[in-house]
């Protein structure tokens, strides 16, 4: 079937180009054809029409497009694109769609239908198709609310269902399965459509009249599968009628759910829809015309400009898809009312929420407008109309134009506030000036031109003469694009573009004679300059001879200069042509074959392989991007044909030479189970110039085909030849390319036991050291790792195969819990790639996650312990009595808890708190009787040993009078000591701080206002109010140490000597200890004799020591140093002394070498000089 422009008795159709129709003439007939039956075809020309016809009878309704194959003529081959439409008896287009979008297509009507095979690009090329029909049989009838389970079994299978409507209904659509590309429709028994979507358009459709509706579902992209939905059926009953300008409002009890309202419209009506409340934004509504379109569907908010463009009875739906609730509306009138307008003045409209405004004027023939925004706040849309009706409409208002109207009469220009929005605009409609007509100036190509359009769009013209055929750019050399357009017509005043001013590619021009060009304004905005040059390319330099496998320098040394090169190939030869120096998008390459049949071409980068279609002279082309200039490198590369199979030696190097898409072969005859690694060795780091893929002897995938990296272990246990393919990469440079296969060795699993430590040493890449345990279901276990790589893998595997948990070996592997019971294994191997150092030895620890036995301890003790695994609980009781307040005060742990937890249980199993490892202060306790601790280790804590103190939390309140001495004592860290007193206006009250090392003194007034602080020192202020003051002694640095802290003052008015107590002084001196190293659960004896060095006795009857084991030569007070405490009872008069003797068990996981330190009365029981 061919088109030829001929004269005569011949059809007239319209072919597409662009957004243009063009006719032509089709001198074939329409060619009738039969269903089912495969039509092969072809475009002589890109205009051309393919033009067939066929008959659908009953009950056929639908048909599927198969588009068997479009190859486009040599050098189109990558744009040919062709497009098919189906039209119905009545001429009517249903379909217009890619050759490749199949359906199937509903055939609402029957008779002889035509289906029409055009090329948008105007390419031309071959076509095979086949249009096949579809019977769906009779439909299957749904119940309402009733899930429907379908099947699409073939491709282009239509399901029909039918349901029966009474009322005006609203329809529910939820589909619960199916494919993403399923398609459905609603429609009458007559085939008018009422509604369709794809199967995830969840939500209604509405049938407004009594009958039988056919509902179908099909797959548009040919797949098949089951699928589901639910149809749910609403009678809406009789709708509300609406009233303009008065709110209606509803609710939702049940959904989904709809509502329906009736309202008498009048074509022409401007209605801003008024949302005036609403429960849920995914409520949604849609305006339906008398003729059944759809005015405006959205979701409910509010809406303007609505048009109604139809008069008669619209009908309104408010929906909800899921959730119930109320809403509340309004349709309003804001149809505008004609307002004049003046020609170059400013005119300001003010808009309230969803106006509109109309602006009229009187405009004669041949004037030349132009709409200017001058400012404006808020959205809008308009319409520029004429004496004969709609000139120009828009979402958005902007600055446009030029208009010529070349009707006399009156025009309005319409604004309308957008979704009910409100604000102002100002605005001016220009009479612009007309340009007179003044002949072009002639300009020489090569010849940069500048110039300046003075008026709003008016235009500049030159000529210029092409003697011979050449190719031109135009190229612009000052100015904007935006600013300007250019137009060029040529020697017969056809139109060769029109665009913006922009730089324009490399065109050919065949005709010779004179052109016209034309630079116009595009925009208001004048005077305003450009400049341009229309370039002629000096002659492309002679034709060089290149050759294979040779380095080719081509340097461009002019804007838009050609550089050609002739290659003698042979045909079959393997060719690969490769850049080297050069940006892909800076230049570009064409290849074509000795016939000049394009091979490739394109952005300057690698191309694949080809063969040489033909013996002879190839020609390349080289040129840069637009203006660029520069130097490329390039090469052709003969590819040799692949190298014949040779045998694959189990761990031997091997090294081929990797030319692109060149493939080595290699086989592998097993005879028996063997395991393999595949080593991409050191010497090809990374690289990604090969690719590898090992097949099976029933050709099934072993591995690959991937880029370059190791890949195994991999056990063959099918005997036969394994074949291992190494392919050189598409962009891989000329290298070797060194791997190895390894035979990897099977080790016999080694038994572990809980606390034991296993050191594995792996010899070769793919190696796998087992160890096995036996667990049971619910245990925990925890390995740690002692030394690893980040390049080996270490995992548990359950009796059944499954994976529990797994690791890098340099990391410890966190708690994994036992799923069942019986031998478990580790596992450990290399996992890494060819740039990972190989060192094989790893080693980790087993450990079992368990919780302590509780241990006793008691209100006021330092707790020294450790966990019993890593991950492990450790638990501990004490006694406490209903009322008490407590501080559990972290003393040492592992740097940053490392995930420490504690959790405290009350006499019942109640929880009275549970959180990270840290201080925790105020703990109410109401219940009297034994209460359970644990602490709990976190990721990486080990068995790392910790200590803390359960404080009493017991704040002091004392009555004092002036001059008072005062010596005491902080119970525990974060209390408050309160010392009440009276004092009247105007008195000097005085603090002298006597002692007070880490404490600070607050001064409170009778309104419970701060008057001054001190950290320590000496306080004093004068009375403002008569009442009762208070002395605040608190920590200066809460939280910094929680050991008690002594201190003493005296209270004056005015300044008052001190009388203090007379105070002693204890120091604890010859210390002995064993001179060992200390190891886990160690047990060692320390003697100390404590002196009291002052000439008073001791106040106090008694006191604590602390034994430290420090791994420094003094006691930081935290961190890294051990203590245990040991009571002192009785005093001690002036220069008495006692020594005392204690035997201190270590905790498990203590191991070192420590000093030991002893502090004499390390909680300052006893006031002493020296404080």
């Known amino acids: 079937m061919t088109l030829n422009n001929v004269t005569g008795a011949a059809t007239t159709a319209f072919a597409l180009s662009g957004a243009n129709l063009e006719p032509v003439d089709i001198s074939d007939p329409v060619v009738p054809i039969d269903l089912d039956t495969l039509i092969e075809d072809s475009f002589v020309t890109g205009s051309e029409l393919l033009e067939y016809s066929f008959t659908v009878d009953p009950p056929a309704i639908g048909v599927l497009f ?253 929906e909800s898809q899921s959730e119930p609730g109320g809403y509340s509306f309004a349709l309003e009138d804001v149809t505008p009312v004609p307002e004049p307008l003046t020609l170059g003045t400013a005119t300001t409209g003010t808009f309230t929420a969803g106006q509109a405004r109309l602006y009229e004027w009187t405009a004669t023939t041949n004037q030349f407008l132009y709409i200017n925004r001058i400012s404006m706040s808020g959205s809008y849309a308009w319409e520029l109309r004429s004496p004969t009706g709609l000139v120009f409409s828009e979402t958005f208002f902007y600055a446009n134009g030029p208009y010529a109207f070349e009707t006399t009469g009156t025009y309005s220009l319409a604004l309308y506030a957008r979704d009910g929005g409100s604000g102002s605009v100002t605005f001016s409609i220009d009479e612009l000036l007309v340009q007179p007509e003044t002949p072009p100036v002639a300009i020489e190509l090569n010849t940069n031109i500048t110039a300046t359009v003075t008026n709003a769009f008016w235009s500049n013209r030159y000529t210029f003469v092409l003697s011979t055929p050449n190719t031109l750019i135009f190229d612009r050399t000052s100015g904007s694009s935006s600013q300007f ?98 940006l892909r998008l800076d230049y570009t390459w064409t290849f074509y074959d000795p016939a000049t049949n394009f091979l490739f071409g394109g952005s300057f980068e690698d191309e694949s392989l080809f063969l040489a279609p033909t013996s002879g002279i190839y020609r390349l082309e080289v040129s840069g991007v637009g203006s660029e200039t520069g130097m490329v490198e390039f090469i052709f590369l003969e590819v040799p044909p692949d190298p014949a199979p040779e045998p694959l030696l189990l761990d031997q190097v091997y090294s081929p030479m990797m030319y692109p898409e060149l493939t080595y072969t290699y086989t592998l005859d097993v005879t028996q189970p063997v395991t393999i690694f595949f080593d991409e060795l050191e010497g090809s780091n990374g690289t990604v110039y090969a690719s590898h893929h090992l097949t099976d002897p029933a050709s099934n995938s072993v591995f690959g085909p991937v880029s370059s990296n190791d890949r195994g272990p991999y056990t063959l246990t099918t005997s036969g030849a394994y074949t291992l393919r190494i392919t050189g990469s598409d962009s891989g440079e000329l290298t070797n390319y060194f791997f190895k296969v390894w035979n990897v060795p099977v080790n016999e699993p080694s038994p572990l036991a809980f606390g034991d430590t296993a050191r594995a040493v792996l010899a070769i890449p793919g190696e796998v050291s087992v160890y096995t345990f036996e667990g049971e279901a619910g245990e925990a276990i925890y390995l740690e790792s002692l030394f690893g790589w980040d390049h080996f893998t270490i995992r548990v595997v359950d009796p059944s195969g499954s994976v529990l948990g797994s690791v890098a070996a340099n990391a410890d592997l966190d708690a994994v819990t036992l799923v069942t019971g019986g031998v478990h294994r580790i596992e450990l191997f290399y996992d890494g790639f060819a740039s990972d150092p190989f060192d094989g030895t790893n080693s980790f620890r087993l450990w079992q996650v368990v919780e302590s036995e509780p241990r006793t301890i008691a209100v006021g003790d330092v707790v020294n312990a450790s966990l019993p695994s890593p991950r492990g609980t450790a638990v501990f009781t004490f006694d406490a009595t209903a009322g008490m307040e407590l501080f559990f005060d972290r003393q040492t742990a592992p740097s940053s808890n490392n995930g420490f937890t504690w959790e405290l249980s009350s006499p019942a199993s109640a929880t009275v708190f549970s959180g990270d490892y840290t201080d925790t202060a105020g703990v109410a306790i109401v219940e009297t009787g034994a209460y359970t601790l644990k602490v709990t280790g976190g990721f990486h804590a080990n068995t790392r040993f910790f200590q803390f103190k359960i404080w009493p939390w017991q704040p002091l309140t004392r009555t004092i009078t002036y001059g008072d001495a005062v010596s005491d004592y902080l119970s525990a860290p974060g209390l408050t000591n309160r010392y009440l007193f009276d004092a009247s206006a105007g008195d000097s009250i ?72 007379p105070v002693a002084d204890l120091a604890a001196t010859g210390v002995i200890a064993p001179p060992v190293v200390i190891s886990t659960a160690a047990l060692i004896e320390v003697t100390w004799t404590v002196t009291n060095t002052a000439t008073n006795a001791t106040a106090a009857s008694g006191w604590t020591d602390r034994i430290y084991l420090s791994c420094g030569e003094t006691v930081f007070g935290r961190g890294d140093e051990w203590y245990i405490d040991v009571p002192h009872a009785g005093g001690l008069a002036a220069n008495a002394a006692y020594t005392a003797t204690q035997a201190v068990a270590l905790p498990p996981g203590f191991e070192g070498e420590f000093r030991v330190h002893v502090v004499a009365d390390f909680a300052n029981a006893e006031f002493e000089s020296d404080e």
Not at 253 to 278: C, E, K, M, Q, R
Not at 495 to 501: L, N, P, W
Not at 991 to 1006: C, E, H, K, M, T
Not at 1017 to 1042: D, K, M, R, W
Request: overall charge negative; proline content about 6%; charged content about 15%.
């Open 990 to 1061: 005085v603090l002298d701080a006597v002692a007070g090392s880490g404490v600070q003194w607050r001064l409170i007034d009778p309104v419970a206002t701060q008057l001054i602080s001190s950290s320590g020192g000496n306080l004093s202020a004068t009375g403002t109010l008569t009442g009762t003051y208070e002395i605040h002694v608190v920590q200066s640095f809460p939280g910094a140490n929680h050991e008690q802290y002594r201190y003493a003052f005296q209270l004056d008015n005015g300044t008052l000597p001190l009388a203090l107590p």
């Open 485 to 582: 357009g250019w137009r060029l017509l040529d020697p017969s005043s056809n139109e060769v573009f029109d665009s913006s001013m922009f730089d324009r590619s490399p065109e050919f021009f065949a005709a010779t004679g004179t052109y016209e060009l034309a630079v116009y304004s595009r925009n208001a905005s004048v005077p305003a300059s450009y400049g341009f040059e229309i370039i002629a390319p000096s002659p492309p330099p002679p034709v060089e001879t290149i050759f294979l496998d040779t380095t080719v320098t081509s340097t461009i040394a002019e804007p838009f200069q050609f550089r050609r090169y002739d290659i003698d190939l042979t045909e079959g030869q393997r060719v690969k042509a490769r850049t080297i120096v050069g």
């Open 66 to 318: 198969e588009g068997f194959y479009a190859d486009g003529a040599f050098g189109e081959e990558s744009f040919f694109d062709p497009f098919y439409q189906i039209d119905d008896p009545g001429a009517t287009n249903l379909v217009d769609t890619s050759f490749w979008e199949s359906g199937p297509h509903i055939l609402p009507a029957t008779g002889t239908h035509q289906i029409t095979v055009y090329s948008p690009d105007q390419s031309t090329g071959a076509v095979g198709f086949v249009l096949r029909s579809y019977d769906p049989g009779p439909a299957v009838t749904l119940t309402s609310d009733v899930l429907t389970v379908g099947t699409i079994a073939v491709t282009g299978e239509i399901d029909r269902f039918s349901v029966t409507i009474t009322n005006l209904s609203a329809l529910a659509l939820s589909f619960s399965s199916g494919n993403g590309s399923l398609f459905w429709r609603l429609a009458t028994s007559n085939e008018n459509e009422a509604g369709q979507g794809f199967w995830y358009d969840d939500g209604f459709v509405y049938a407004n009249q009594p009958g039988t509706y056919w509902f179908d579902v099909w797959d548009y992209s040919e797949n098949t599968g089951d699928y589901s939905f639910t149809l749910s059926v609403t009678d809406l009953g009789a709708p509300s009628n609406l009233v303009l300008g008065v709110a209606a409002s509803n609710s939702f009890s049940t959904v989904p759910g709809a509502h329906a309202y009736v309202a008498a419209l009048t074509n022409g009506t401007v209605l801003y829809a008024n949302l005036l409340s609403n429960d849920d934004f995914s409520y949604y509504w849609r305006l339906v015309s008398p003729s059944g379109s759809n005015v405006f569907e959205d979701f409910i908010w509010d809406l303007s400009p609505v048009f109604i463009r139809e008069t008669g009875m619209h009908t309104l739906y408010v």
